[in-house]
């Protein structure tokens, strides 16, 4: 039987955590070690780590503090951020990490994908699409967290990231980001029903049945912040994961 | 001491991270006389098949495990990329492996699966089909992550110690002699990998 893997999504920014809602209101979370400790005793399936401040600010990975998050890790871990070059990710799988997340930098070298799957695999080769709708009301993918909209449309991306050998794709939606308003099912299903690489849905969870209906709209597996990080909506921080956390296929 | 082989091929820290937490002592070495030295080895990896095997055939290091393990016994847990490089051929880069087990490695059959996407990647729930050290004493519902486009083929099914399913059942585990093999990755399944290593180290 295979299960659905639920991934806490945990925002880095210089050594500590951090929540964001729809990409900008921002709250610190805590200590980054202290949260793995919690997901190893609660058996998180799998961790997504992003610095979500590095490419906007021209830094690098924080390799050391990356390492180090790792190092208490006994789930797969994976890691975006500034991850521009191939020596970078070998850096970041040689810091504990299964995979890598790539983002803004496959706008201008796309080829990444293939250079890093070629000898990791392309299964260690995470593709984030960040979704928002632009002052026109249409559908982009942006970069840079946010900041810079491309021509693409999510659908037109994710061919593309495909055909450059993505090995998975982490779909976020920018406009639920923290809303716990559920998952945006349209967009999951679009990208899901274009690709055969496995789609991770993320943004807007609030419930194990935003996870089922991620799934149901094609989601391979789910991610989620705010859900594993904070009590309820609007209320303190707790870091958690759900202990009846089976979703079968 | 326990020897986490390096051959260039990723994923290395987690393995003696878990080792760390178990107190057991562990080092990841490319250096043939620590590999000798060591009462058991550990071969990892994630990559391609085929740049596994150029890289132990340039480093000189499958002649000494060739050595170590075949003439000398000494146990070898191979994970993941570095279990499937113990068997004949893979399909991954069409080339030979070290063949010590009666099985190939071939691509997921797309067309048996049902829908499901390769790679194959996340939990699965195993069957234990035979008893052997490195699954003693496991916790109810042992369940390991995996991380696959390929799987094992097994001529001799008495290699295979215990299976998954995706789409179609697979072996996930081997053992023959002193030569053990896991698809999924111990290093990075909670308890349940925790158990598998310390079972390893205890042989």
Known sequence: MGRVRIIPVLLLNKGGLYKTIQFKKTTYIGDPINAVKIFNEKEADELILLDYTASIEKRGPDFKKIAEIAGEAFMPMAYGGAIRSLDDAKKVFDAGYEKIVLNSVLFEQISLIERVGSIYGSQAVVCAIDVKKNWLGKTKVFAYSGTSSSSYTPVEWAKRLEQAGAGEIFLNSIDRDGTWDGYDTDLIHSVAYVVQIPVVACGGAGSMDDFKAAVTAGASAVAAGSMFVYQKKGMGVLISFPSQNKILI | ?203
């Open chain 2, 1 to 203: 001491m326990i020897a986490i082989i390096d051959y260039g091929l990723g994923n290395l820290s987690s393995v003696l991270n878990m080792h760390k937490r178990l107190g057991i002592e562990a080092i990841i070495t490319s250096d043939q006389n620590e590999i000798k030295a060591a009462s058991k080895l550990i071969l990892p990896g994630v990559g391609h098949f085929k740049k596994g095997m150029d890289n132990l055939n340039q480093s000189g290091l499958k002649s000494l495990l060739d050595e170590l393990v075949l003439r000398d016994r000494k146990p070898l847990l191979g994970i993941c990329l570095g279990a499937q490089l113990l068997t004949k051929h893979s399909e991954e880069g069409n080339v030979d492996g070290l063949g010590w087990v009666d099985a190939i490695t071939i691509k997921f059959k797309q067309d048996k699966l049902n829908g499901l996407k390769i790679p194959h990647m996340g939990w699965s729930d195993v069957t234990i089909k035979q008893a052997s050290g490195i699954f003693s004493d496991l916790p109810v519902e042992p369940r390991f992550y995996h991380v696959h486009s390929y799987h094992f083929l097994f001529e001799n099914p008495s290699e295979i110690i215990a299976t998954a399913t995706y789409g179609y059942e697979f072996a996930c585990a081997f053992k023959k002699d002193n030569i053990y093999g896991a698809q999924f990755h111990p290093e990075k399944s909670h308890k349940y990998g925790m158990k598998v290593l310390e079972n390893f180290s205890k042989l």
